[in-house]
């Protein structure tokens, strides 16, 4: 499974420094006020800075929908594109590890002091020293995965035919190679994040994302599924490429400086962190080998239908639990009242949004699945299947939605332990149901997307339960009757939109791409308009709010 709620964010002055309000967490730090302008300043720049990245967002989404399209055309969900997807695994949880999970939490940060104190030169003298570190170490690991290559897929991939696990070494062995491109992207994203250069920072996603579709659409012909591969190790490199015009200014030098003050100080800003990845990634890696024992074909379809499900997760969620977060940060220290409110509005705003979402995703998940993946090589039962997957993992999209709000209250209040120790917990439920399924019967698929709902809804429901009882609620009932009118707005909105598509069937739309777009399109627009109308009659603020904005916006 790919969701996973402890990794969200790491620190509330972390997530702003990322968007350049190194000021705010000055204030945070030392609890002086800030005065109108700089308030002011700092709006200014979040706003500005916010819709660099979310624009960055969009792109690297729609590349990332494109990407899966074209892998569905030339591959299809068959066992070879399973053993990529079960490749890849392997150095991006390297990579969280190593250096992922270090951007935010320690990178910027220490970064951004040395700026703040005008010490470039030594940052620069940190920086070299990082960059000297990490071709060290990475080169390593890229050798010892090499070596340890047919061991790893023994692991990963008991069940697999001989064939297929002999392609998985094989595209392990090429994928690893990307593991010293995505970590120097990374050193050099957190200088850029650091220096407040934004731009070629957030589109390193999207670039990566196009070298993979690239890759596919020139050597599918000549490598098969390698060709995912080669486009991967192609996108990583063009990552760390397209940021180097941005480091004009920039003076290090590659040496080993072991005594430099600022590794200290990243050690021990990462190492809170650093328990809650490895948790995490480790239930990846157990998730995926479970997945993978469940048949060949099962790790392509839970990756085709993971990477639609992260579509409302995280245009909607994530949004909003990063819009929420400076205010969160800043009333944690000066209003608990004001902080339980701000908390409260970003959870009706989820709420308002994303059950509808999830609703209507269950709801057409067929016919989304035929439009964008059934072509080429990606038949029918795929579609039947994929859709399935998605349709259960919808349940859990829900109960993320509630947690990671509340995951950044608590990061807000400077305690990242207890969401760490409640992710722990969380993956011991999954452990446990799967376990459990497993004792009575063969384990599928579907059993295990379930167990990972169940991970979801306990960490969610646990999470709600310390609030509480830490805070004594939101003190707004007004949260939880949101909760009611959406939900009772999204089943009159899907009753309408499931008669719509009943409608179109009657009446036969012709096959192909036309008769499968108006089977998403159709039904989709009368469930958008239905909800908004009826939001409008059952007084939900947030939606009415989003309206306004978006007539505001173009003038309507």
């Given at each position: 499974?790919?969701?996973?709620?402890?990794?969200?964010?790491?620190?509330?002055?972390d997530g702003w420094q990322a968007l350049g309000l190194t000021v705010q967490c000055a204030h945070l730090m030392s609890e002086t006020p800030l005065n109108e302008t700089q308030l002011a300043e700092e709006t200014r720049g979040l706003a500005?800075?916010?819709?660099?990245?979310?624009?960055?967002?969009?792109?690297?989404?729609?590349?990332?929908?494109?990407?899966?399209?074209?892998?569905?055309?030339?591959?299809?969900?068959?066992?070879?594109?399973?053993?990529?997807?079960?490749?890849?695994?392997?150095?991006?949880?390297?990579?969280?590890?190593?250096?992922?999970?270090?951007?935010?939490?320690?990178?910027?940060?220490?970064?951004?002091?040395?700026?703040?104190?005008?010490?470039?030169?030594?940052?620069?003298?940190?920086?070299?020293?990082?960059?000297?570190?990490?071709?060290?170490?990475?080169?390593?690991?890229?050798?010892?995965?090499?070596?340890?290559?047919?061991?790893?897929?023994?692991?990963?991939?008991?069940?697999?035919?001989?064939?297929?696990?002999?392609?998985?070494?094989?595209?392990?062995?090429?994928?690893?190679?990307?593991?010293?491109?995505?970590?120097?992207?990374?050193?050099?994203?957190?200088?850029?994040?650091?220096?407040?250069?934004?731009?070629?920072?957030?589109?390193?996603?999207?670039?990566?994302?196009?070298?993979?579709?690239?890759?596919?659409?020139?050597?599918?012909?000549?490598?098969?599924?390698?060709?995912?591969?080669?486009?991967?190790?192609?996108?990583?490199a063009l990552q760390v490429i397209v940021q180097l015009p941005g480091l004009r200014g920039v003076q290090f030098s590659f040496r080993l400086n072991w005594r430099h003050s600022g590794l200290a100080q990243i050690g021990r800003l990462y190492?809170?962190?650093?328990?809650?990845?490895?948790?995490?990634?480790?239930?990846?890696?157990?998730?995926?080998?479970?997945?993978?024992?469940?048949?060949?074909?099962?790790?392509?379809?839970?990756?085709?239908?993971?990477?639609?499900?992260?579509?409302?997760?995280?245009?909607?969620?994530?949004?909003?639990?990063?819009?929420?977060?400076?205010?969160?940060?800043?009333?944690?220290?000066?209003?608990?009242?004001?902080?339980?409110?701000?908390?409260?509005?970003?959870?009706?705003?989820?709420?308002?949004?994303?059950?509808?979402?999830?609703?209507?995703?269950?709801?057409?998940?067929?016919?989304?699945?035929?439009?964008?993946?059934?072509?080429?090589?990606?038949?029918?039962?795929?579609?039947?299947?994929?859709?399935?997957?998605?349709?259960?993992?919808?349940?859990?999209?829900?109960?993320?939605?509630?947690?990671?709000?509340?995951?950044?209250?608590?990061?807000?209040?400077?305690?990242?332990?207890?969401?760490?120790?409640?992710?722990?917990?969380?993956?011991?439920?999954?452990?446990?149901?799967?376990?459990?399924?497993?004792?009575?019967?063969?384990?599928?698929?579907?059993?295990?997307?379930?167990?990972?709902?169940?991970?979801?809804?306990?960490?969610?429901?646990?999470?709600?339960a310390l609030f509480r009882r830490r805070l004594g609620g939101f003190g707004n009932p007004e949260v939880w009757l949101t909760f009611v009118k959406a939900g009772l707005a999204s089943v009159v909105m899907a009753g309408l939109a499931w008669?719509?598509?009943?409608?179109?069937?009657?009446?036969?739309?012709?096959?192909?791409?036309?008769?499968?777009?108006?089977?998403?399109?159709?039904?989709?627009?009368?469930?958008?308009?239905?909800?908004?109308?009826?939001?409008?009659?059952?007084?939900?603020?947030?939606?009415?709010?989003?309206?306004?904005?978006?007539?505001?916006?173009?003038?309507?």
């Amino acid at each position: 499974m790919r969701l996973r709620t402890s990794e969200v964010y790491n620190t509330a002055c972390d997530g702003w420094q990322a968007l350049g309000l190194t000021v705010q967490c000055a204030h945070l730090m030392s609890e002086t006020p800030l005065n109108e302008t700089q308030l002011a300043e700092e709006t200014r720049g979040l706003a500005r800075n916010a819709s660099i990245i979310a624009l960055g967002n969009v792109a690297s989404r729609a590349l990332g929908l494109v990407r899966d399209t074209v892998k569905s055309h030339y591959f299809g969900a068959t066992g070879a594109v399973s053993a990529y997807e079960l490749a890849v695994i392997v150095p991006v949880t390297l990579y969280d590890l190593l250096i992922g999970g270090m951007v935010s939490s320690a990178l910027v940060p220490v970064f951004s002091s040395y700026l703040a104190r005008q010490q470039r030169e030594e940052l620069w003298q940190l920086v070299g020293t990082l960059l000297a570190i990490l071709t060290v170490v990475m080169a390593a690991f890229v050798g010892l995965i090499q070596l340890a290559a047919p061991s790893i897929a023994a692991f990963m991939a008991p069940t697999y035919s001989p064939e297929l696990r002999a392609l998985f070494i094989q595209l392990l062995r090429v994928l690893v190679f990307s593991l010293f491109f995505l970590s120097l992207s990374a050193i050099l994203s957190g200088l850029l994040y650091a220096l407040k250069r934004f731009t070629l920072p957030t589109f390193t996603a999207a670039l990566f994302n196009l070298g993979i579709v690239v890759g596919a659409l020139a050597l599918h012909r000549q490598l098969g599924v390698v060709a995912l591969a080669v486009g991967l190790l192609c996108g990583s490199a063009l990552q760390v490429i397209v940021q180097l015009p941005g480091l004009r200014g920039v003076q290090f030098s590659f040496r080993l400086n072991w005594r430099h003050s600022g590794l200290a100080q990243i050690g021990r800003l990462y190492l809170p962190i650093i328990l809650g990845l490895i948790i995490s990634n480790l239930a990846v890696l157990i998730s995926a080998k479970l997945i993978a024992a469940t048949g060949e074909q099962s790790v392509a379809w839970n990756d085709y239908a993971t990477s639609l499900m992260q579509f409302p997760l995280g245009l909607v969620v994530t949004a909003v639990s990063l819009a929420i977060l400076p205010t969160l940060s800043q009333k944690a220290v000066t209003s608990e009242a004001e902080f339980k409110a701000t908390l409260a509005q970003g959870l009706k705003l989820v709420a308002a949004l994303i059950i509808p979402a999830v609703v209507g995703m269950i709801l057409l998940a067929r016919p989304i699945n035929a439009l964008i993946y059934e072509h080429g090589t990606f038949t029918a039962l795929d579609t039947e299947v994929v859709s399935l997957v998605l349709r259960v993992q919808m349940i859990g999209v829900f109960f993320a939605a509630v947690d990671q709000p509340l995951i950044f209250a608590f990061y807000a209040r400077k305690d990242t332990l207890t969401p760490a120790l409640v992710g722990m917990a969380g993956v011991g439920t999954y452990l446990l149901i799967a376990f459990v399924i497993s004792r009575l019967r063969p384990i599928t698929l579907i059993d295990l997307v379930f167990a990972n709902d169940g991970q979801l809804a306990a960490h969610a429901l646990v999470m709600l339960a310390l609030f509480r009882r830490r805070l004594g609620g939101f003190g707004n009932p007004e949260v939880w009757l949101t909760f009611v009118k959406a939900g009772l707005a999204s089943v009159v909105m899907a009753g309408l939109a499931w008669g719509t598509l009943v409608g179109i069937q009657f009446i036969g739309m012709p096959v192909g791409l036309v008769g499968r777009f108006f089977n998403v399109a159709l039904p989709g627009l009368v469930g958008i308009v239905v909800y908004f109308w009826l939001a409008a009659r059952f007084h939900i603020g947030e939606v009415n709010l989003a309206v306004s904005l978006i007539r505001k916006k173009f003038n309507v």
